[in-house]
Structures are given as structure tokens and as C-alpha cells.
Nanobody
Framework: QVQLVESGGGSVQTGGSVRLSCAAS????????MGWYRQAPGEQRELVAT???????HYADSVKGRFTISTNNVQNTVFLQMTNLKPEDTAVYYC???????????????WGQGTQVTVSS
């Protein structure tokens, strides 16, 4: 079994900063992809940032230059540092990891429980 537990989030004013964390635990052999997604009310879930174990990164155009994704591969944790936040960043943020469990040759995808980030003007 694999679990992803998110922490961080909350309410901030425009221009503020928030750091999200997502730690994976369980029967993990290797994580090869980590990412953050968000979903605003009435909207579809969208990609925010992804990384392959911190080596390569990809950002949505709307967050480039403001958000930074990073990892602690020893602790199976992915972070999202968000700066210069805007009201349109308000959403529930979800982490996602793609990995191999021990004893399995098939990869699996797991999601965190989601954490709310609210940016007020």
C-alpha cells in the first residue's frame, strides 16, 4: 500500500507565499515522477508543475517564475513553493506520484488528499 500525505496550504493575501509538501510512504521501490495539480471550483483539475525526481521540471505557463517544484528523494517528498500568489491561484492542490512498488513490474499512480490554498485580494 502507498499513501501520499499533503501538508501546507491555507489562506494568504495577494503577493504572499505558501509552501506545500507531499510525503509518500509504504511499499515503494522507486518513484519516477512527481507533480502538483490544482482544481478550482467548477473547473477541471489542471497541471501546475511536474518533475522527474527533481532532475527535469515542467511548469504551467500561469505559474512560471512564481512556483518552484523540488524534491527530497531520500524522504520520498515533493514540495511546491508558491510565491507572488494571485487570487486566481485559489484552488485545491493535489500531489501526484508515479512509482513502482516493491515486487511489482507495473507502475502505479497515486494522489494526495488535496489541500486548500485561498488567495484573497
Amino acid at each position: 500500500q502507498v499513501q501520499l500525505v499533503e501538508s501546507g496550504g491555507g489562506s494568504v493575501q495577494t503577493g504572499g507565499s505558501v509552501r506545500l509538501s507531499c510525503a509518500a510512504s509504504g511499499n515503494i521501490a522507486r518513484i519516477f515522477g512527481m507533480g502538483w495539480y490544482r482544481q478550482a471550483p467548477g473547473e477541471q483539475r489542471e497541471l501546475v508543475a511536474t518533475t522527474s525526481s527533481g532532475i527535469t521540471t515542467h511548469y504551467a505557463d500561469s505559474v512560471k517564475g512564481r512556483f518552484t517544484i523540488s524534491t527530497n528523494n531520500v524522504q520520498n517528498t515533493v514540495f511546491l513553493q508558491m510565491t507572488n500568489l494571485k487570487p486566481e491561484d485559489t484552488a485545491v492542490y493535489y500531489c501526484k506520484m508515479s512509482l513502482f512498488e516493491r515486487g511489482s513490474t507495473t507502475s502505479s499512480t497515486h494522489w494526495g488528499q488535496g489541500t486548500q490554498v485561498t488567495v484573497s485580494s
